[in-house]
């Protein structure tokens, strides 16, 4: 992660403009004209080594030639002038610079390639910022910068849009002009040479006039860098993507477009669900949710109350609503005897209100006043069409005389509303766009807006839950699997054969059936006969993957000589259906028996962009007929597992339906968790398939598995950074106990929250600069679940008991980082502080941060004391003599530029 030079880019004091030109319609013409004529108020420098002005202003001929450096160059000049250009503004001081100019690696050429590489080998000695090449360039429209060659000048606003595509970007901007929605930035990407999402999502994240972030992708580069960004920025304010590329074709047109691996559109879909960021699929429906996420709506769950002065576009709002997933809201009686005694006897008496069409101002104010006010509500959706004895614009005052003074209320659900038509319609809904209420031209978008709400919602919920306590994997456990790996490796093969999975997976202690091997049919039978009952004989090939495919299965055989004989049967059958391939026998399986069991498929795929992937769904032979599935990144915990199988059609038939009891979901949920934690332990798995696993009242077991192995530098790194666990370690204190030190987990919120409550209020003070009772469900959260690829955080943990944490927040730069610690009251004055400080200290070294810093209270004379033991240089802050600033000097790395942390 890197925002490096950034603030050159994006909040520059001067601009050149490399390729400016006189020449009509020409890409010089227009950048220079934006440039001059959008209110910059810094210089701007044409270069054209043929004019002597642009315009009316003076034009150079030659970067050597400009009277300074320019804080911001656009260049827009042949592709193979362009890696000279940059070393010659690099070497002049200039420290970003925007490439227009077209004709680098989205060629696919090698020619591309070589330019572009030679492109950043020019920029990196002077730690040069480049956005594109082959883009439409950058606007910033508070400071009047409009380096483009967009065809109009965006308004000021606190919309961000970054897009890899130049069309999208002046096509919004054309869109949003007309409907007077402002932007922060509009960035145009291209081919993200340097710049990239991750970047820009680190740098959005804290500009204070950004109030929510749009993205246009087609692909993305650096998935773990793209996801700590993203998960950083999605907890601040709402980020809301549209990724193109749904479609195969669309994809192959994605990758043509930007010269990038565009990857699964469904694991995509997974990134942006865990990141906490809400996925729309066109340009109208992204600018529908920022109607309603920009404007600060939050909800606290899925119920809608509609209000309507027409019954037909309150039942069109009702079916778009049960469509989406969401619900009605159940009016309460308090609430229903409000509305009985302010509407006409013929009212709708439920929900939707139907006002009916003489509905005047009042009537809507009264209505809406009660249905504020209902306890089991969570949205209001205020709907108009247009009558000849009643005034919309009317209603509208109405509603919003009401709605604006409940805004201030912590309980008052959000309100949407829909004024239909144009005309007086028009008029409304720009009265409810100057409040900052959400307003819709139809029924079906308000809904949709609605929805939108709920999903973000649902997406930051699942941030913010507490999940149980994972299982530790003993690292015997991992090497027995990794011993199998091993083996088949060794002999030269892709795939494990069904026993050697199924090693794999009882390390992992997911439940196999009983499995014995046989070289012949003759062993096949003894084997049955020691097994007892049904079995299942199966072929065992090397060569064969799909068994069922070539007659390779039989399920329900009883007796050893029904056994021998079937084994014969097979032989012949697999012979002729596989085309003779090699057989090196047979397994022979207990046939599982679960009562109500469901067949399920579990799964391992590594994606190219985001590495390892975990799938759940309905399974069994029609699996890639049913096509009932979900993928999540690795790693889950219980949370994310019951997540992943609630995304399934299949969910609703786990929980139990008519006479059938429910499947045992924890049981399922483990499972996904210890196959997420394989994923990530075992890089050489390439595809693992458990097909079926049975999943009923009883619990689990895997029936059948197929695991397909690579080299495991060959493995796309994971995109989320698993749980550190080589850091877990013992440590000896003062007074001879002994304490485990680890990295924090998502499942020590409860562990955090009993270290407070044990802490004194003073103890409590001094670490929050501010007196606590306790951390809030949300605040608690934000300490556990943290991103190990930009934070750190080590407790101390003493039988099942939190004692102390310290952690460090690293800048994107990953050069510095903030430090704090804590011990709880009763278990201090033992060492531990100076313990875990030791701890983040030689983390911090390891990670090559060059110094850790932080604030203390002048008074908290104790932790001043330890920090100079440990070498902090101590300074003042002059705005507040009461804190003082703590600085310790690590070490002095090669700075580098959008370095992969």
Same mark, same amino acid.
């Given at each position: $992660?890197?925002?490096?030079?950034?603030?050159?880019?994006?909040?520059?004091?001067?601009?050149?403009?490399?390729g400016?030109?006189?020449?009509?319609?020409?890409? *010089?013409?227009?950048?220079?004209?934006?440039?001059?004529?959008?209110?910059?108020?810094g210089?701007?420098?044409?270069?054209n080594?043929?004019a002597?002005?642009?315009?009316?202003?003076?034009?150079?001929? %030659?970067?050597?030639?400009?009277?300074?450096?320019p804080?911001?160059?656009?260049?827009?000049?042949?592709?193979?002038?362009?890696?000279?250009?940059?070393?010659?503004?690099?070497?002049r001081?200039?420290?970003a610079?925007v490439?227009? !100019?077209?004709g680098f690696?989205e060629?696919?050429?090698?020619?591309?390639?070589?330019?572009?590489?030679?492109?950043?080998?020019?920029?990196?000695?002077?730690?040069?910022?480049?956005?594109g090449?082959?883009?439409? *360039?950058?606007?910033?429209?508070?400071?009047?910068?409009?380096?483009?060659?967009?065809?109009?000048? =965006?308004?000021?606003?606190?919309?961000?849009?970054v897009?890899?595509?130049?069309?999208?970007a002046? %096509?919004v901007?054309?869109?949003a002009?007309?409907?007077?929605?402002?932007?922060?930035?509009?960035?145009?990407?291209?081919?993200?040479?340097?710049v990239?999402f991750?970047?820009?999502?680190?740098?959005?994240?804290a500009?204070?006039k950004?109030?929510?972030i749009?993205?246009?992708?087609?692909?993305?580069?650096?998935?773990?860098?793209?996801?700590?960004?993203?998960?950083?920025?999605?907890?601040?304010k709402?980020?809301?993507?549209?990724?193109s590329?749904?479609?195969?074709?669309?994809?192959?047109?994605?990758?043509s477009?930007t010269g990038?691996?565009?990857?699964s559109?469904?694991?995509?879909?997974?990134?942006?669900?865990?990141?906490?960021?809400?996925?729309?699929?066109s340009?109208?429906e992204?600018?529908?949710a920022?109607e309603?996420?920009?404007?600060?709506?939050?909800?606290?769950?899925?119920?809608l109350?509609?209000?309507?002065?027409?019954g037909?576009?309150?039942?069109?709002?009702?079916?778009?609503?049960s469509?989406?997933?969401g619900r009605l809201a159940?009016?309460?009686?308090?609430?229903?005897?409000?509305?009985?005694?302010?509407?006409?006897?013929?009212?709708?008496?439920?929900n939707?209100v139907?006002?009916?069409?003489?509905?005047?101002?009042?009537?809507?104010?009264?209505?809406?006043?009660?249905?504020?006010?209902?306890?089991?509500?969570?949205?209001?959706?205020?709907l108009?069409?247009?009558t000849?004895i009643a005034?919309?614009?009317?209603?509208?005052?109405?509603?919003?005389?009401?709605v604006?003074?409940?805004?201030?209320?912590?309980?008052?659900?959000?309100?949407?509303t829909s004024?239909?038509?144009?005309?007086?319609?028009? &008029?409304a809904?720009?009265?409810?766009?100057?409040?900052?209420?959400?307003?819709?031209e139809?029924?079906?978008?308000?809904?949709?807006?609605?929805?939108?709400?709920?999903?973000?919602?649902?997406?930051q919920?699942?941030?913010?839950?507490?999940?149980?306590?994972?299982h530790?994997w003993?690292?015997?456990a991992?090497?027995?699997?990794?011993?199998?790996?091993?083996?088949?490796?060794?002999?030269?093969?892709?795939?494990l054969?069904e026993?050697?999975? &199924?090693?794999?997976?009882e390390?992992?202690?997911i439940?196999?059936?009983?499995t014995?091997?046989?070289?012949?049919?003759?062993e096949?039978?003894?084997?049955a006969?020691?097994?007892?009952?049904?079995?299942?004989l199966?072929?065992?090939?090397?060569?064969?993957?799909?068994?069922?495919?070539?007659?390779?299965?039989?399920?329900?055989? &009883?007796?050893?000589?029904?056994?021998?004989?079937?084994?014969?049967?097979?032989?012949?059958?697999?012979?002729?259906?596989?085309?003779?391939?090699?057989?090196?026998g047979? !397994?022979?399986?207990?046939?599982?028996?679960? =009562?109500?069991?469901h067949?399920?498929?579990?799964g391992?795929?590594?994606?190219?962009?985001?590495?390892p992937?975990?799938?759940?769904?309905?399974?069994g032979v029609?699996?890639?007929v049913?096509?009932?599935?979900?993928?999540?990144?690795p790693?889950?915990?219980?949370?994310?597992a019951?997540?992943?199988?609630?995304?399934?059609?299949?969910h609703?038939l786990l929980?139990?339906?008519?006479?059938?009891p429910?499947?045992?979901?924890?049981?399922?949920?483990?499972?996904?968790?210890?196959?997420?934690?394989?994923?990530?332990?075992l890089?050489?798995v390439?595809?693992?398939?458990?097909?079926?696993?049975?999943?009923?009242p009883a619990g689990?077991?895997?029936?059948?598995?197929?695991?397909?192995?690579?080299p495991a530098?060959?493995?796309?790194r994971?995109?989320?950074?698993?749980?550190?666990?080589?850091l877990v370690?013992?440590? !000896?204190?003062?007074?001879?106990?002994?304490?485990?030190?680890?990295?924090?987990?998502?499942?020590d919120?409860?562990?955090?929250?009993? $270290?407070?409550?044990?802490?004194?209020?003073?103890?409590?003070?001094?670490?929050f600069?501010?007196?606590?009772?306790q951390?809030?469900?949300?605040?608690?959260?934000?300490?556990?679940q943290?991103?190990?690829?930009r934070?750190?955080?080590?407790?101390?943990?003493?039988?099942?008991?939190l004692?102390?944490?310290?952690?460090?927040?690293?800048?994107?730069?990953?050069?510095?980082?903030e430090?704090?610690?804590?011990?709880?009251?009763?278990?201090?004055?033992?060492?531990?502080?100076?313990?875990l400080?030791?701890?983040?200290?030689?983390?911090?070294?390891d990670? *090559?941060? !060059?110094?850790?810093?932080g604030t203390?209270?002048?008074?908290?004379?104790?932790?001043?004391?330890?920090?100079?033991?440990?070498g902090f240089?101590?300074?003042?802050?002059p705005?507040?003599?009461?804190?003082?600033?703590?600085?310790?000097?690590?070490?002095?790395?090669e700075?580098?530029?959008?370095?992969?942390?």
């Amino acid at each position: $992660m890197s925002i490096r030079n950034l603030d050159r880019m994006f909040r520059p004091g001067s601009v050149a403009v490399i390729g400016a030109s006189n020449r009509e319609r020409s890409v *010089g013409r227009v950048l220079s004209r934006n440039l001059l004529s959008g209110g910059f108020e810094g210089p701007v420098l044409p270069v054209n080594p043929k004019a002597a002005a642009i315009g009316a202003t003076l034009a150079y001929p %030659s970067v050597e030639a400009l009277p300074f450096a320019p804080d911001l160059a656009v260049i827009c000049t042949p592709p193979d002038t362009v890696p000279g250009i940059i070393d010659t503004l690099g070497r002049r001081g200039t420290k970003a610079a925007v490439v227009i !100019t077209a004709g680098f690696a989205e060629t696919r050429s090698a020619d591309g390639r070589r330019l572009s590489q030679a492109m950043l080998d020019a920029a990196r000695p002077h730690l040069m910022r480049i956005v594109g090449p082959n883009c439409v *360039g950058i606007l910033v429209p508070s400071i009047g910068l409009n380096a483009s060659f967009a065809h109009l000048h =965006p308004t000021s606003g606190d919309i961000a849009f970054v897009t890899q595509s130049g069309a999208v970007a002046t %096509s919004v901007l054309d869109w949003a002009t007309h409907r007077g929605i402002g932007f922060s930035h509009i960035v145009s990407l291209g081919n993200m040479a340097d710049v990239d999402f991750g970047d820009m999502l680190d740098f959005l994240l804290a500009d204070g006039k950004t109030r929510a972030i749009l993205l246009y992708v087609e692909s993305i580069t650096h998935a773990p860098k793209f996801m700590s960004a993203a998960r950083a920025a999605a907890r601040a304010k709402p980020v809301i993507v549209v990724k193109s590329g749904r479609t195969a074709d669309a994809a192959r047109a994605a990758a043509s477009h930007t010269g990038a691996l565009a990857g699964s559109d469904a694991v995509y879909d997974a990134a942006f669900r865990r990141a906490g960021m809400l996925r729309v699929f066109s340009m109208v429906e992204l600018f529908d949710a920022v109607e309603t996420l920009a404007y600060g709506s939050r909800i606290v769950g899925d119920r809608l109350a509609i209000i309507s002065n027409g019954g037909g576009i309150g039942v069109l709002a009702t079916e778009a609503l049960s469509d989406a997933g969401g619900r009605l809201a159940e009016l309460a009686p308090q609430t229903m005897a409000r509305l009985d005694a302010c509407l006409p006897a013929t009212w709708s008496h439920g929900n939707p209100v139907d006002l009916i069409g003489d509905a005047p101002g009042s009537r809507y104010a009264d209505a809406v006043a009660a249905v504020l006010e209902d306890p089991d509500t969570d949205a209001v959706l205020v709907l108009n069409c247009p009558t000849a004895i009643a005034d919309s614009r009317e209603a509208a005052r109405a509603t919003l005389e009401v709605v604006e003074p409940a805004r201030g209320k912590r309980q008052s659900p959000p309100v949407l509303t829909s004024w239909i038509g144009e005309g007086a319609a028009a &008029e409304a809904r720009r009265m409810f766009a100057s409040a900052r209420i959400p307003s819709f031209e139809t029924p079906e978008q308000a809904v949709r807006g609605f929805m939108h709400l709920v999903r973000y919602r649902r997406h930051q919920t699942l941030l913010t839950e507490t999940p149980q306590p994972l299982h530790e994997w003993t690292a015997p456990a991992i090497e027995a699997a990794r011993g199998v790996i091993a083996a088949a490796a060794a002999d030269g093969r892709s795939m494990l054969t069904e026993p050697e999975a &199924e090693q794999v997976l009882e390390a992992y202690g997911i439940p196999v059936v009983q499995t014995l091997t046989a070289a012949g049919p003759d062993e096949a039978g003894q084997a049955a006969d020691r097994i007892g009952g049904r079995v299942a004989l199966k072929i065992l090939s090397r060569a064969i993957s799909h068994k069922s495919d070539v007659g390779g299965v039989r399920l329900g055989l &009883e007796g050893g000589e029904r056994v021998r004989e079937a084994a014969r049967e097979m032989l012949a059958t697999v012979a002729e259906r596989s085309g003779g391939a090699a057989v090196d026998g047979f !397994t022979v399986q207990a046939m599982a028996s679960l =009562p109500h069991a469901h067949e399920l498929i579990v799964g391992v795929h590594r994606d190219p962009v985001f590495g390892p992937t975990v799938l759940f769904g309905k399974g069994g032979v029609e699996v890639e007929v049913v096509r009932d599935s979900a993928i999540a990144l690795p790693p889950l915990n219980s949370v994310l597992a019951q997540d992943l199988i609630a995304q399934t059609r299949v969910h609703d038939l786990l929980r139990g339906y008519r006479d059938r009891p429910a499947a045992d979901l924890e049981a399922i949920q483990r499972v996904l968790e210890r196959v997420g934690q394989l994923a990530l332990d075992l890089p050489e798995v390439a595809e693992l398939d458990i097909n079926p696993l049975l999943a009923g009242p009883a619990g689990v077991i895997a029936v059948d598995a197929r695991i397909r192995i690579q080299p495991a530098d060959e493995a796309a790194r994971p995109a989320i950074r698993p749980y550190p666990g080589h850091l877990v370690h013992d440590a !000896t204190l003062e007074d001879g106990s002994v304490v485990t030190v680890r990295p924090i987990r998502p499942e020590d919120e409860p562990g955090i929250a009993d $270290m407070l409550a044990r802490s004194s209020p003073e103890d409590l003070r001094l670490r929050f600069f501010a007196p606590i009772r306790q951390l809030s469900h949300e605040s608690a959260a934000r300490l556990t679940q943290i991103d190990y690829g930009r934070e750190m955080a080590f407790v101390a943990v003493e039988d099942g008991d939190l004692l102390g944490v310290s952690r460090l927040a690293e800048d994107p730069e990953g050069e510095t980082a903030e430090f704090a610690v804590m011990v709880r009251t009763d278990r201090q004055k033992r060492g531990l502080g100076e313990r875990l400080m030791a701890d983040l200290i030689g983390y911090a070294r390891d990670r *090559g941060i !060059t110094v850790l810093h932080g604030t203390v209270m002048t008074e908290n004379r104790r932790m001043l004391a330890l920090c100079e033991k440990l070498g902090f240089v101590r300074s003042s802050l002059p705005d507040d003599p009461g804190i003082a600033q703590l600085t310790l000097p690590l070490a002095t790395p090669e700075p580098s530029v959008n370095q992969e942390r």
